[in-house]
């Protein structure tokens, strides 16, 4: 039986957790009230039980109550949990965990525990026994449907753990464009004798065409032919975004179809639970291992990749696949993709261009559609829209699109025939025509939007890219004098160029070609060349006014006006909407630039100075110590006192270390300094070779073993520099250790068995899949 004591004190935890809840969710307070008055009860029957327990009452049905309790408090408990993180703490303020029926639901079911419990204890005999039998009852199926309900959330954990990133909100909106027409159906002619073939030959089919051609479209219609006429196959899809790095990152790729195919047999998940706990980098070829397990266990199966050369480095992307179709039989892949070599799927693939006449159909029904929808239009002759669009469109979808959200937009039938018959030739011409148009006195303005939408790392909200295109350089403060209102005037002045997802609240390019427009020698020679944008002459603006908004003395915790500044970022969060993208993503920004073969300009060099300061503990600087709060979870003492070397190492920041390492800023002999080279901080009591070896940064290893760092430095498991590059199999990286007097072992069976030994707890893929749980 559960112990009524212990319960008793559970309780007593989660109505302390709800009343901190209540000040600072909004909305809730009614249920939470309830909540708190429901478990008082409980409580206070809790503490008549154990008041009790010594005279030795007859069970009759108490012991099924305290465990449904007990069920019930510790799903409550596990849902309400303190905010433990910036993330939990931003959430909280805004999101409350329970729907209005689950609330009404859990107060029942307390409810007819309190009653239970008193009956029995009232000594009830004959008159209640037949109504204690059917709550026993009850209570017995109550505390089946809790314990199937956290089973289903562990679930939830491990899937969100291998599939990040969803790719339901962009198969949506391709899905929205087709929604009541036959588009695409041409494409489901080819793909139906394909899939009807059991293990073909060719088992990847690539539908290919050029940027703009409806690729996308076509994709998202086959895979919801798949899902309702084929049930034969497990089917898994995904679609690369460009601008969206982690949709481009192939672990998410893979990790998403895993979690997919899964979900058929959701049993099949458990194996990856440790995984959820383990923070470890996860190797690519790991990932292949278990999802060619995946497929062998349940399928054959279907995995759809749209946009492969929207990938940052499409090239792994297709050699992944091709290992896949090679080891696996059971898998079959339908990609789309601009052209390529076709030596790359040579064997494998079996292509299907976007023919002109099919695009043209297609086209076709998407332009009746939007006629149809639009008084406007219709007054002008559905006939006479498609005679002129359909033709000029030349098997470009982009290019229609685009010239009949230009017609939507028209007032009158006289303005719209008066558009019909100056339409651009191409989507450059329609995009050059739109900037064109674009007042002068907000072309900067628009010049900015369109520079951080098209070199983000993520997609931004809308709030943030309102807060990012105002930063000006040397700005030291932000209120709402300087911002854009509201922000939905981005859309407006941008109008034709970019999409808002009202969803996600996310704002992005309207497509990929508009991107590669403005990167084009078209624009660049054309009137409007101001707006010419390339990665490599944009990202230090990126970087600079990222780091300009860090160090805003509305940041500084000496002067900060925010009152729980020093414990939760949240109202911060709230206030300064960029403060999470800045923070997050300004190294990653430096860090790709520097591997680009660029070189930081000396007004980045300072500002990143600025923030990182030189000293660590109470000498650190009030910016550093924010900026670390914004990127770590769970922050610890260890973390806290982490060295500016040791984040510059971690983040690969190359030309940072080798500034800090000749010009003063590290001590080479004091191991009692912070400022010392083997000064070991962070989460595991590293150094800053080690975590620049464990996040694989061999120019950042290569300055600090040139300027003595120890090769030989172990951190709180007392692993080496030289174990985790055998554990990551980085051969690159062994040598250079070798080379540098690192000593230890490097057969990695033999490494692993160490590490484990030391209490280092091995990520599931660094395990053979042969000794995974089954």
């Not at 090679?326 to 799927?345: D, G, H, L, N, W």
């Not at 000749?662 to 002999?669: E, R």
């Not at 940064?697 to 985790?724: E, K």
Request: aromatic content about 8%; some cysteine.
């Amino acid at each position: 039986m559960a112990d009524p004591a212990a319960l008793s004190l559970q309780v007593g935890v989660l109505i302390t957790n709800l009343i901190e809840y209540g000040h600072e969710v909004k909305g809730a307070q009614d249920q939470i009230t309830s909540l708190c008055r429901e478990l008082s009860a409980l409580r206070g029957v809790l503490e008549d039980i154990k008041a009790q327990r010594s005279k030795k009452h007859a069970d009759n049905g108490i012991s099924d109550c305290l465990a449904t309790a007990r069920l019930i408090i510790d799903d409550l408990l596990h849902r309400m949990q303190p905010a433990g993180s910036r993330f939990q703490r931003g959430k909280q303020s805004w999101l409350w965990p329970f729907k209005q029926k689950e609330i009404e639901q859990v107060l029942a079911r307390l409810g007819r525990i309190n009653t239970s419990i008193i009956m029995i204890m009232m000594g009830a005999q004959q008159s209640v026994a037949l109504d204690m039998q059917v709550l026993k009852d009850e209570l017995r199926s109550v505390s089946g449907m809790i314990s199937a309900e956290l089973y289903s959330q562990k679930q939830k954990e491990i899937i969100s753990f291998l599939a990040p990133v969803s790719p339901k909100v962009p198969h949506d909106e391709a899905c929205s464009i087709w929604e009541g027409t036959h588009s695409g159906t041409w494409f489901v002619d080819i793909l139906q004798p394909w899939l009807d073939t059991p293990y073909p030959q060719k088992s990847i089919m690539v539908l290919h065409g050029s940027s703009g051609a409806g690729k996308t479209t076509v994709i998202s219609k086959a895979i919801e032919y798949i899902t309702v006429t084929v049930k034969t196959v497990k089917l898994g899809y995904f679609y690369c975004r460009f601008n969206d790095e982690a949709t481009q990152n192939v672990r998410n790729i893979l990790g998403s179809w895993i979690a997919q195919i899964a979900a058929y047999r959701p049993s099949v998940l458990d194996r990856f639970s440790e995984a959820v706990s383990s923070k470890e980098r996860l190797s690519t070829a790991w990932w292949e291992d278990a999802l060619v397990q995946v497929a062998e266990e349940l399928g054959p199966v279907i995995l759809v990749l749209d946009a492969v050369n929207e990938s940052k480095d499409d090239d792994a992307v297709r050699s992944c696949l091709m290992r896949l179709a090679t080891r696996c039989q059971e898998i079959r892949f339908v990609i789309s993709s601009t052209p390529f070599a076709e030596e790359v799927f040579s064997s494998k693939c079996l292509g299907v261009p976007m023919d002109s006449n099919e695009v043209d159909d297609d086209i076709e029904q998407y332009v009746r559609r939007t006629v149809r929808r639009s008084p406007i239009l219709v007054q002008t002759g559905e006939a006479d829209i498609v005679a002129v669009i359909v033709p000029q469109a030349r098997g470009m979808f982009r290019w229609a699109e685009c010239q009949m959200n230009l017609l939507s937009g028209c007032l009158t039938a006289k303005m719209v025939k008066k558009s019909l018959a100056h339409l651009p030739g191409s989507l450059d011409s329609t995009y050059i025509d739109i900037l064109k148009r674009i007042p002068s006195a907000t072309r900067p303005w628009v010049r900015e939007v369109l520079m951080w939408l098209s070199y983000a790392y993520r997609p931004l909200t809308l709030v943030e890219l309102a807060e990012a295109v105002v930063i000006e350089p040397s700005q030291s403060s932000i209120d709402d004098s300087c911002r854009i209102q509201p922000p939905e005037m981005i859309l407006r002045l941008c109008k034709g160029l970019v999409t808002h997802n009202t969803t996600m609240h996310t704002v992005s390019l309207a497509h990929s070609s508009v991107r590669a427009t403005l990167e084009s020698e078209t624009l660049r020679t054309s009137e409007v060349a101001e707006f010419w944008l390339s990665r490599n002459d944009c990202t230090p603006g990126i970087i600079t006014k990222s780091l300009t908004y860090l160090l805003m003395d509305d940041f500084n915790l000496e002067v900060c006006d925010c009152e729980q500044m020093e414990l939760e970022l949240c109202h911060c969060f709230d206030t300064y909407p960029f403060l999470d993208y800045a923070g997050t993503m300004w190294a990653v920004h430096a860090s790709m630039y520097i591997r680009s073969g660029a070189t930081l300009r000396e007004a980045q060099i300072r500002h990143i100075f600025a923030l990182l300061g030189t000293s660590a503990g109470a000498d650190k600087k009030p910016h550093f110590a924010l900026w670390i709060r914004i990127i770590v979870e769970g922050l610890t003492e260890a973390i806290q006192n982490a060295t500016p070397l040791y984040y510059a190492a971690s983040f690969g920041l190359e030309p940072i270390v080798e500034i800090m390492l000749s010009q003063g800023l590290v001590d080479f002999n004091n191991a009692r300094n912070p400022s010392y080279i083997d000064w070991k901080s962070g989460r595991n009591d590293c150094t800053p070779l080690g975590v620049a070896v464990f996040r694989g940064h061999i120019g950042v290893v290569q300055l600090l073993l040139c300027r003595g760092a120890n090769p030989n430095a172990t951190d709180a498991f007392g692993n080496s520099c030289l174990n985790y590059a055998v554990l990551d199999g980085d051969q690159d990286m062994i040598a250079l250790l070798r080379r540098h007097g690192a000593e230890g072992p490097t057969d990695a069976t033999v490494v692993t068995g160490l590490m484990a030994s030391r209490g280092y707890e091995l990520g599931w893929w660094q395990i053979p899949f042969g000794n995974l749980p089954p």
